[in-house]
């Protein structure tokens, strides 16, 4: 029964399913790490090109310690001083720019992002045409595609792409994908293009990397059992958002992503018994917590963690900065 939220004594009673993993990833420890240590060994400020990882909160906190994010190496002011590039990838011509320049650089990269680009290099060198498997103008997507020349490339971003594509050059064709895509989206749009292309050249090691097929696997593992699903995590990203469309999909249809604490529908949560939450790789877990405490000030609660998978990936920073 639901009693008056005010009624200390008589909060509802409210289960939240935790997702694990969730939250930062890898790649995007480092590349907070990377901007970091960046800070202590140039000083303040330096540039970082683009949203280092695709969260305001991370942003502004690196911002506060004397990161300038520029969208263009264009906007860089003194040239004197040195840029970081996100975790997502740049193309060629950003870091032949910066050499242009002579703008110093610290590539933050993702090590699992810089592999698609390497495949890609390798599939190209082999005179494969590229099918890549992706959102038009994410970041990452931009810059797997700047690693080879115009033409090279073309994106798939839906299934109807898949159908329609024409092989007009008529030479031997591979696909590689983004690395934040719905697994199953993505394993759909893969088969269409083997069942119409049976000779298309695949990656040796699916390209969606570990953990956003990990957050989804523990989304969809416990979405169904729950009222409401809370992807917490920024707007533009990627694999937050496909969080989201992994716990509708698995039978939560009020499923949303929660990108600020002031949008969080605590009336709706106060008519559940059962909630869900989860966060993208790039949410950090103290937004997580701050959700936890809100929903807390009016009802009381039972967290029951659901641990699909240990993650212990550490990738190593570059060496010019330790
Ligand atoms: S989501 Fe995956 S590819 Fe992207 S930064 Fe994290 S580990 Fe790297």
């Known amino acids: 029964m639901l009693t008056h939220a005010s009624d200390q004594s ?38 970082v090109r683009h949203e280092i990882v695709h969260n305001k909160h991370v942003v502004e906190s690196l911002r506060k310690k004397g990161a300038i994010f520029v969208d263009e190496l264009s906007e860089i002011e003194d040239g004197c001083r040195p840029v970081v590039f996100s975790a997502h990838g740049v193309s060629k011509s950003v870091l032949e720019d910066a050499d242009i320049k002579q703008i110093e650089y610290i590539d933050a990269t993702c090590p699992l992002v810089s592999k698609v680009h390497k495949e890609a290099e390798q599939l190209c060198k082999h005179n494969y045409h590229i099918l890549l498997i992706g959102h038009k103008n994410h970041p990452e997507v931009i810059g797997t595609m700047g690693q080879l020349s115009n033409g090279a490339t073309d994106l798939i971003e839906t299934r109807e792409d898949a159908k329609n594509y024409i092989n007009k050059k008529k030479g031997k064709l591979s696909y590689i994908t983004q690395t934040t895509l719905s697994v199953d989206d993505a394993n759909e749009i893969i088969q269409i293009l083997k069942n119409k292309f049976p000779d298309i050249k695949e ?95 009016k009802a009381d609660i039972e967290i029951d963690e659901i641990e699909f998978a240990k993650e212990n990936i550490v990738f190593k920073i570059p060496n010019k900065l330790i």
């Open 10 to 47: 008589m909060k509802n009673k409210i289960t939240i399913h935790l997702a694990s993993p969730r939250g930062f990833c890898a790649g995007v420890d480092r590349a907070i790490e990377i901007v970091k240590k960046s800070l202590e060994k140039f000083g303040a400020p330096i540039y």
């Open 203 to 297: 990656p040796k090691k699916d390209d969606i990397c570990y953990a956003t097929t990990n957050r989804q696997l523990a989304v969809k593992k416990i979405a169904n059992k729950c009222e409401m699903f809370f992807v917490i995590g920024s707007r533009n990203s990627s694999n937050s958002k496909r969080l989201v469309e992994s716990a509708k999909k698995s039978g939560c249809s009020k499923s949303q992503l929660l990108y600020s604490t002031n949008a969080i529908p605590i009336k709706e949560i106060l008519k559940c018994r059962n909630i869900g939450i989860s966060s993208g790789a790039s949410a950090p877990e103290v937004l997580v917590k701050e959700f936890i405490d809100k929903i807390k000030e």
